[in-house]
């Protein structure tokens, strides 16, 4: 079982819908990022977060630490948002923090 | 220009060359990270370095080499590439290894045939 798990893998939605992609892990984390990678392959972060809730835009992504669960909303979403939406999870092995990388949800706005 | 740059954006090598994938960043940050990127998994880390001459090996390492002789530069060079490198490969920075934001380049295209 990957420590990462998003779904859906894959989301088609119209435009102006409200989106929801998910995020669980199996470990212990001291933050959570989500990225987001358009179709010419460059990836940039969207948010940082460890607790709550945080919103950016149309963009709102909210963390239960209990439930290892994480959310990323779109509202009133547009084609340009349309790309990977990828989860990642900062943990503790061995003493050395890393960052562990979900498969990534592929989302389609269709206008 | 400012930012994390990587060239070449596309390569097509023969099983058995050695490559140098090149990464450059403007910001002075410290860490510096290189990812591949595979069709079913999520980035996998290959090497990082904390610091000019500082590097350490991440999740998959093998086959790979890394150097960083100043702060700016970590090219990535594939020894003797195979097949099974064929990938996209994704350098990034931060200002630390913490809780910070990591800033990718715009990623490499390697095919090996």
């Known amino acids: 079982k990957n420590e990462v798990e998003q779904s859906p893998q894959n989301l088609t939605a119209q435009e102006g819908e409200f989106i929801t992609i998910n995020c669980s892990y199996s470990v212990g984390i001291s933050a959570l990022h989500w990225l987001q990678q358009h179709p010419g392959g460059g990836i940039v972060s969207l948010f940082m977060l460890s607790s709550g809730k945080k919103k950016h835009g149309r963009l709102i992504a909210t963390i239960n630490i209990q439930e290892k669960h994480s959310s990323l909303h779109i509202t009133a979403s547009h084609p340009r948002d349309s790309a990977v939406y990828i989860c990642a999870v900062r943990s503790w092995d061995f003493g050395n923090e890393k960052l562990t990388f979900g498969t990534g949800t592929r989302l389609t706005i269709i206008p | 220009d400012a930012g994390i740059t990587q060239s070449p954006r596309y390569k097509i090598t023969e099983t058995g060359r050695q490559v140098t994938l090149m990464c450059h960043q403007t910001?002075?940050?410290?860490?510096m990270f290189w990812y591949r990127q595979d069709l079913g998994h999520g980035l996998r880390l290959i090497y990082y370095s904390a610091a000019a001459d500082i590097t350490d090996k991440g999740e998959v390492p093998d086959g790979y080499v890394v150097s960083r002789s100043k702060t700016e530069n970590f090219p990535l060079t594939l020894e003797s590439a195979t097949r099974s490198q064929t990938s996209v490969y994704f350098c990034a920075s931060s200002e630390t290894r913490g809780p910070y934001e990591q800033y990718f380049g715009p990623g490499t295209r390697l095919t090996v045939t």
């Open positions: 910001w002075s940050h410290s860490y």
